[in-house]
């Protein structure tokens, strides 16, 4: 997926606004009925690979024509009810003319192509057009835009600052922290920590508009979702509201952050200092109450396995956390945002610890030698 601003140090909220606005040129919404869609494949031999486009209009008319990238030739695929995976697998003329059977039972449904026009010393044309998305007209899906700017009063009101985002064709994520840090160390040692909002959109349907609560480790730049009784903050699959009424549903969000951000600084403090006695055993709980995939599972314990070897991690709660956080950052954006919330989910759990202590159950997740003895049955 091609990612046109991406930005990983702190910077004004100006700045994410003006991104946004530069994302936003060329954007174009195309409406046609299945049956005026064409879908033409290619063989390129210098890419060797199939590539597809979309041909638009009707006999006689204007025709438009747009590529289609990995993501929308799926998107087109569930749309015609025929299955993805598979299409992508056959070869480009096998499945066109398997789409086209499927195109056949939806001649008068109506598709929304979202297309962006992009520039191109190298096409004849001076660029082309390509195809972000699919989605049926219906779908009220906000912009990137508009969210930002609902959230602009809020933003400067809390003096919040961005510190991460990135723009992509399917989607945008931003994370944004509160006014000044706080230490939750000591002046010798001290531990930088603050509260914030993670941001997720998709103009094509690619995921839910969301906000969730944060709190970052500004030392090693961690951070983790932290849920507001058992929920998001804020989630929306699609909008059917006013932009007055999206920017007062941010704004209670905002608010929310505000009155829960002192309860989050203790629990973070706290824990610093709830030590594990066991915490191989603690991680294996986190694993399967929380959905950690098997390799998710093993990456994390490798990561706090190797930070207690050359000292860096302890065995306290914050440290299990910090090797959670730390993992998810090599992770893409979706997978990063789950890791980021289970760790969030652990910050706030107090029964997961008296279930590891009185756990008899051990299962061993790196084979062979290193394996922490914690895992190993009897």
């Known amino acids: 997926m091609n990612t046109r601003f991406q930005e990983k140090d702190c910077f004004d909220f100006t ?5 946004a606005a530069k994302d936003d040129i060329g954007k174009e919404t195309w409406i046609y009925p299945c049956k005026d869609i064409h879908l033409e494949t290619d063989y390129d031999r210098d890419l060797g690979a199939w590539t597809y486009k979309l041909v638009c209009g009707y006999e006689g008319g204007a025709m438009k024509q747009a590529i289609l990238n990995s993501f929308s030739f799926k998107q087109l ?3 015609l009810k025929s299955p993805a995976k598979y299409m992508m697998q056959l070869p480009g003329n096998i499945s066109k003319q398997a789409l086209d059977y499927f195109k056949h039972a939806l001649q008068d449904t109506d598709l929304s192509l979202k297309v962006k026009w992009r520039e191109s010393e190298r096409h004849p044309t001076g660029g082309f057009h390509y195809v972000r998305g699919i989605v049926a007209p219906s779908t009220p899906l906000i912009t990137n835009s508009s969210l930002i700017s609902a959230m602009n009063d809020v933003v400067d009101k809390h003096g919040m600052r961005v510190w991460k985002a990135h723009f992509r064709d399917h989607d945008f994520h931003a994370k944004l922290i509160w006014g000044d840090d706080v230490n939750i160390g000591t002046e010798a040692n001290p531990d930088n920590v603050n509260i914030g909002i993670h941001v997720g959109n998709s103009e094509v349907g690619a995921r839910q508009t969301e906000l969730q609560m944060m709190i970052f480790r500004l030392v090693c730049t961690n951070g983790m979702i932290n849920m507001v009784d058992g929920v998001p903050l804020y989630r929306r699959k699609s909008f059917n509201i006013t932009r007055d009424q999206v920017l007062a549903e941010v704004n209670n969000a905002l608010h929310t952050v505000e009155n829960r951000k002192d309860t989050l600084f203790n629990q973070f403090q706290q824990a610093r200092e709830i030590i594990l006695p066991k915490p191989f055993l603690v991680l294996s709980r986190v694993a399967k109450k929380y959905g950690l995939s098997k390799s998710e599972t093993v990456a994390v314990t490798e990561e706090f396995n190797k930070g207690q070897v050359v000292g860096e991690y302890g065995t306290s709660k ?6 959670i956080t730390r993992v998810a950052q090599n992770y ?6 789950k890791l980021e919330t289970i760790a969030g989910n652990f910050l706030q759990d107090e029964e ?3 279930e590891a202590v009185t ?5 061993v997740l790196l084979p062979g030698a290193g394996t922490p003895s914690e895992y190993t049955d009897g």
Do not use: F, M, P, Y
Request: glycine content about 0%.
């Open 15 to 19: 700045k994410l606004k003006e991104a």
């Open 77 to 79: 695929c569930r749309k």
């Open 359 to 363: 756990s008899t159950a051990h299962r």
């Open 318 to 323: 914050i440290d299990l956390l910090n090797a």
């Open 332 to 337: 893409e954006q979706e997978t990063r945002v």
């Open 352 to 354: 997961i610890l008296e």
